[in-house]
T-cell receptor
Framework: DTGVSQDPRHKITKRGQNVTFRCDPI?????LYWYRQTLGQGPEFLTYFQNEAQLEKSRLLSDRFSAERPKGSFSTLEIQRTEQGDSAMYLCASSGGPGTSGSADTQYFGPGTRLTVL | AQSVTQLGSHVSVSEGALVLLRCNYS??????LFWYVQYPNQGLQLLLKYTSAATLVKGINGFEAEFKKSETSFHLTKPSAHMSDAAEYFCAVSPNTGGFKTIFGAGTRLFVKA
């Protein structure tokens, strides 16, 4: 168990550019979550996958945001036409697998990708 | 809709003193409740969780929390603070009636003075 990994750890981009982040969950976990965290705030839920199915999306996830988990393993989060307001830490978490109990499961978080939009 | 309120964005205690971080939730039915800790430049780590079993929950690093339905609270305590406890603490709620959307509070930064 190597934990949840995220790549890149830091991304600086210019306004209007597209960016893509990757999350590799713990291998036996079937649930994967994306959150956004801005300075001084707690993580805000963006979206959630059960295996490859995206089951819930926050209204925070505008049309410029898209997330995929094509094979039920790693996930990508893409932001198109970035805006300065997109600057934040993007966190990925995973949970689930054999012997787990649904929404009471512990979520294991990655270190996050810090996005800065200039 | 569920929500979480953490009272106090900053709490400062002396080393060896009691730590009390406050969390109140709003939910139509008792939800699952969590406390996570975040150290600088690291991801969140679970301290403890309430899943409708015992109302007094013990977690890692000497922390515990008590679920009080009448007060809709889930305050985090530790009898004696250690310098290594300095971090950001988040209370979170998730539904026990379906769905996996977890709502986090704004966080409380704990400072420990020598």
């Amino acid at each position: 168990d190597t934990g949840v990994s995220q790549d890149p750890r830091h991304k600086i981009t210019k306004r209007g550019q597209n960016v893509t982040f990757r999350c590799d969950p713990i291998s036996e976990h079937n649930r994967l979550y994306w959150y956004r965290q801005t300075l001084g705030q707690g993580p805000e839920f963006l979206t959630y996958f059960q295996n490859e199915a995206q089951l819930e999306k926050s209204r925070l996830l505008s049309d410029r945001f898209s997330a995929e988990r094509p094979k039920g393993s790693f996930s990508t989060l893409e932001i198109q036409r970035t805006e300065q307001g997109d600057s934040a830490m993007y966190l990925c978490a995973s949970s689930g697998g054999p012997g787990t109990s649904g929404s009471a499961d512990t979520q294991y978080f990655g270190p996050g990708t810090r996005l800065t939009v200039l | 809709a569920q929500s979480v309120t953490q009272l106090g964005s900053h709490v400062s205690v002396s080393e060896g003193a009691l730590v009390l971080l406050r969390c109140n939730y709003s939910s139509s039915v008792p939800p699952y409740l969590f406390w996570y800790v975040q150290y600088p430049n690291q991801g969140l780590q679970l301290l403890l969780k309430y899943t409708s079993a015992a109302t007094l929950v013990k977690g890692i690093n000497g922390f515990e929390a008590e679920f009080k339905k009448s007060e809709t609270s889930f305050h985090l305590t530790k009898p004696s603070a250690h310098m290594s406890d300095a971090a950001e603490y988040f209370c979170a709620v998730s539904p026990n009636t379906g769905g996996f959307k977890t709502i986090f509070g704004a966080g409380t930064r704990l400072f420990v003075k020598a």
